[in-house]
């Protein structure tokens, strides 16, 4: 079993609609991230959090929000998705700040 | 300048080649480096951690140059199987975020 499960592993929503992507660990990680991934980009980080009570944007939030329910479940939303939103999501957990991370298999998601 | 920039790729090497890949970053404060490896369309993975001495495991050997700023990932007798993206990661400083490279490209043929 994956330590790192994210949800859905793809989808394919219409401009405009909320959606929800959802992340949960067994790993025990106070640190989870979600980034993105576009080609010729790299990897992007939305937004981030140490802790249930701690969450902060990354460097690319605008049009994102995030949730963390527990320890183990951090989900990112698209509140009203729009095209340039397609991309390859990626959840990841550390244990600590020097830590490297540990990546969920991947959403991919596609705004038509 | 990026504040971590990869050797531009994609690198296509023979089977049995050794090759190497730079990786150079701007925050002369980042204590934390790692190397990651990518299939096509799947998650990234932990390859290697650098460290100051350098390390080795088996055919892979990473370095770090903290003067100039750069680490390198040296591969040797490369496999069909080695065919993946390389991501070099360092931290923004101490205690800071994790910051990825572009990736570099490595195809070996046969």
């Known amino acids: 079993d994956a330590d790192v499960t994210q949800t859905p592993r793809n989808r394919i929503t219409k401009t405009g609609k909320r959606i929800m992507l959802e992340c949960s660990q067994t790993k025990g990680h106070d640190r989870m991230y979600w980034y993105r991934q576009d080609p010729g980009l790299g990897l992007r980080l939305i937004y981030y959090?140490?802790?249930?009570?701690?969450?902060n944007k990354g460097e690319i939030s605008d049009g994102y929000s995030v949730s963390r329910q527990a320890q183990a479940k951090f989900s990112l939303s698209l509140e009203s998705a729009i095209p340039n939103q397609t991309a390859l999501y990626f959840c990841?957990?550390?244990?600590?700040?020097?830590?490297?991370?540990?990546f969920g298999n991947g959403t991919r998601l596609t705004v038509t | 300048r990026k504040e971590v920039e990869q050797d531009p790729g994609p690198f296509n090497v023979p089977e049995g080649a050794t090759v190497a890949f730079n990786c150079t970053y701007s925050?002369?404060?980042?204590?934390?480096f790692f190397w990651y490896r990518q299939d096509c369309r799947k998650e990234p993975k932990l390859l290697m951690s650098?460290?100051?001495s350098g390390n080795e495991d088996g055919r892979f050997t990473a370095q770090l140059n903290r003067a100039s700023q750069y680490i390198s990932l040296l591969i040797r007798d490369s496999k069909l199987s080695d065919s993946a993206t390389y991501l070099c990661v360092v931290n923004k400083g101490q205690g800071g975020k994790l910051i990825f490279g572009q990736g570099t490209e490595l195809s070996v043929k046969p």
């Open positions: 990841a957990t550390s244990p600590s700040y020097n830590s490297p991370l540990h």
């Open positions: 650098v460290y100051s």
């Open positions: 925050n002369s404060a980042s204590q934390s």
């Open positions: 959090s140490f802790d249930v009570k701690d969450i």
